[in-house]
């Protein structure tokens, strides 16, 4: 009997060859026999004893399943029948999913991975649960972000959010079986790496063509990395224009913050992470460009996206946690949005670009706010002003719910010196706190900066 679809020979066994086993179980099923050429001859193996102990032990523990395991006799030589079932579910090798198709078997990536499980499954990619990581593994600091926010834009109470983590998750529809879904180690756990590589933010700051000048990487879970990357971008990449206004100083960047703000959470929401790329993001004098993965909805072109449409998320786990956290939107206004910031600010509307499965947004650059600069920049607030409460001010004007650790670090100042420098500040009514310690921000009240 020759190897064919649902038939592989192999001489002696490795445990690498559990992945065939995986392959068989994704498809239609198949039989492999250990202690067989390529020509079908029966070879003389050693250890098949012990072999038929732990190999259905080795196919249990790694995959999941179970399969059929015989000693077959041929010519006086003993070899080993593995029949495998097909699975009902998708089956996975350390996280790989593997499927036999013809005679080879193929490591599923990107969006034939998306495609096969929804087949098997009926879920999307996003709401598949994991093994190995449980409610312990969840990042405090990316929880407690998500609960602030919540609670910030109104989307649920703080009574509604004060119960354990396992509590929150079913809650958030993160849990199936007691499993944490996919979408939860996405988006709280420090090192979602683990599942699915990728994910992470890049940004880049480029001159003319590909002189790349400066660039950052951010990792970690997708709150942590929402609540950073808007920061970065604007504290380390764009410099403001200034102005005054009745000695009240007016800063303008080249991009409506806002804007781009949704538009990097539409990309961290709607991404196909399952393509293992990371959202990308490219700034110019001229234009930003903020680029990931995705899977359009059948029909869906770019005169579809930037009219008013029904909000068909790519991951609908992950977008239903985003919009509890007010990070989007839930009735498909986040290109409308991005397009109002764009006018407001007094800029092009952006554009909107699909190739193939890759969609990038085109920012345009305010011509009376740009600033030619090609050095490395430090934190912006570093340049702002010459006194540690007035770098303070800047950073709160950019983003109010900034801690003061955090504050000390972009300003490589002491953690005392700014909680000093804001009790002053507070003391004098230049700034007051807006809520409790853990869910409020930092109000500034009509400062004026010297002339």
């Given at each position: 009997m020759?190897?064919?679809?649902?038939?592989?020979?192999?001489?002696?066994w490795?445990d690498?060859?559990?992945?065939?086993?995986?392959?068989f179980?994704?498809?239609?099923?198949?039989?492999i026999?250990i202690g067989?050429?390529?020509?079908?001859n029966?070879?003389e193996?050693k250890?098949?004893?012990?072999?038929?102990?732990?190999?259905?032990?080795?196919?249990?523990?790694?995959?999941?399943?179970?399969?059929?395991?015989?000693?077959?006799?041929?010519?006086?030589?003993?070899?080993?029948?593995?029949?495998v079932?097909p699975?009902?579910?998708?089956?996975?090798?350390?996280?790989?999913?593997?499927?036999?198709?013809?005679?080879?078997?193929?490591?599923l990536?990107?969006?034939?991975?998306?495609?096969?499980?929804?087949?098997?499954?009926?879920?999307l990619?996003?709401?598949?649960?994991?093994?190995?990581?449980?409610?312990?593994?969840?990042?405090?600091?990316?929880?407690?972000?998500?609960?602030?926010?919540?609670?910030?834009?109104?989307r649920?109470?703080?009574?509604d959010?004060?119960i354990?983590?396992d509590?929150l998750?079913?809650?958030?529809d993160?849990?199936?079986?007691?499993?944490?879904?996919?979408?939860?180690?996405?988006?709280?756990?420090?090192?979602?790496?683990?599942?699915?590589?990728?994910c992470?933010?890049?940004?880049?700051?480029?001159?003319?063509?590909?002189?790349?000048q400066?660039?950052?990487?951010?990792?970690?879970?997708?709150?942590?990395?929402?609540?950073?990357?808007?920061?970065?971008?604007?504290?380390?990449?764009?410099?403001?224009?200034?102005?005054?206004?009745?000695?009240?100083?007016?800063?303008?960047?080249?991009?409506?913050r806002e804007?781009v703000?949704?538009?990097?959470?539409?990309?961290?929401?709607?991404?196909?992470?399952?393509?293992?790329?990371?959202?990308?993001?490219r700034?110019?004098?001229?234009?930003?460009y903020?680029?990931n993965?995705?899977?359009?909805p059948?029909?869906?072109?770019?005169?579809t996206?930037?009219?008013?449409h029904?909000?068909?998320p790519?991951?609908?786990?992950?977008?239903?946690?985003?919009?509890r956290?007010?990070?989007?939107?839930?009735?498909?206004?986040?290109?409308?949005?991005?397009?109002?910031?764009?006018?407001?600010l007094?800029?092009?509307?952006?554009?909107?670009i699909v190739?193939?499965?890759?969609?990038?947004?085109?920012?345009?650059a305010?011509e009376?706010?740009?600033?030619?600069?090609?050095?490395?920049?430090?934190?912006?607030?570093?340049?702002?002003?010459?006194?540690?409460?007035?770098?303070?001010?800047?950073?709160?004007?950019?983003?109010?719910?900034?801690?003061?650790?955090?504050l000390?670090?972009?300003?490589?100042?002491?953690?005392?010196?700014?909680?000093?420098?804001?009790?002053?500040?507070?003391?004098?009514?230049?700034?007051?706190?807006?809520?409790?310690r853990?869910?409020?921000?930092?109000?500034?009240k009509?400062?004026?900066?010297?002339?």
């Amino acid at each position: 009997m020759a190897e064919s679809q649902n038939i592989e020979y192999k001489e002696s066994w490795r445990d690498e060859y559990l992945k065939w086993v995986c392959g068989f179980a994704n498809a239609q099923g198949g039989t492999i026999y250990i202690g067989i050429d390529d020509a079908g001859n029966v070879v003389e193996m050693k250890n098949v004893k012990k072999l038929m102990e732990d190999i259905p032990n080795k196919i249990q523990s790694g995959l999941g399943i179970i399969a059929e395991v015989n000693k077959l006799t041929k010519d006086g030589l003993d070899y080993i029948e593995i029949r495998v079932e097909p699975s009902s579910y998708p089956v996975n090798y350390h996280g790989e999913y593997h499927y036999r198709s013809g005679a080879t078997k193929q490591q599923l990536h990107g969006v034939a991975l998306t495609e096969f499980i929804r087949e098997k499954t009926g879920l999307l990619w996003d709401a598949v649960p994991v093994d190995n990581i449980g409610i312990g593994d969840l990042d405090r600091d990316s929880i407690e972000i998500f609960k602030r926010e919540a609670v910030r834009k109104k989307r649920m109470t703080k009574e509604d959010l004060d119960i354990p983590d396992d509590e929150l998750m079913d809650h958030l529809d993160l849990l199936e079986n007691g499993k944490l879904k996919r979408a939860a180690v996405m988006l709280f756990c420090r090192k979602p790496g683990r599942i699915v590589t990728g994910c992470y933010v890049k940004v880049g700051k480029f001159g003319e063509g590909s002189d790349l000048q400066y660039q950052d990487t951010v990792e970690g879970s997708l709150f942590n990395i929402a609540d950073k990357v808007i920061d970065l971008i604007y504290m380390k990449y764009l410099k403001a224009k200034i102005t005054y206004e009745h000695d009240v100083r007016v800063e303008t960047y080249p991009f409506p913050r806002e804007g781009v703000r949704e538009a990097i959470y539409n990309a961290l929401g709607h991404n196909n992470y399952a393509a293992s790329i990371p959202i990308q993001i490219r700034i110019e004098e001229d234009a930003m460009y903020i680029s990931n993965n995705c899977i359009l909805p059948e029909d869906w072109t770019v005169d579809t996206l930037m009219k008013p449409h029904k909000s068909k998320p790519f991951n609908p786990s992950i977008a239903n946690v985003f919009y509890r956290a007010g990070y989007i939107e839930a009735w498909g206004r986040g290109i409308q949005k991005i397009c109002e910031s764009c006018r407001e600010l007094g800029t092009s509307d952006p554009e909107y670009i699909v190739q193939g499965n890759d969609i990038t947004v085109k920012f345009f650059a305010l011509e009376s706010a740009k600033i030619s600069d090609s050095k490395v920049p430090k934190y912006q607030a570093d340049t702002l002003a010459d006194t540690l409460a007035e770098r303070i001010l800047a950073l709160l004007m950019t983003n109010p719910n900034i801690t003061q650790t955090k504050l000390a670090e972009c300003l490589k100042v002491s953690v005392p010196s700014v909680k000093r420098t804001m009790k002053t500040l507070s003391d004098s009514g230049e700034i007051v706190r807006k809520g409790g310690r853990r869910y409020g921000y930092w109000e500034i009240k009509n400062h004026k900066m010297p002339l």
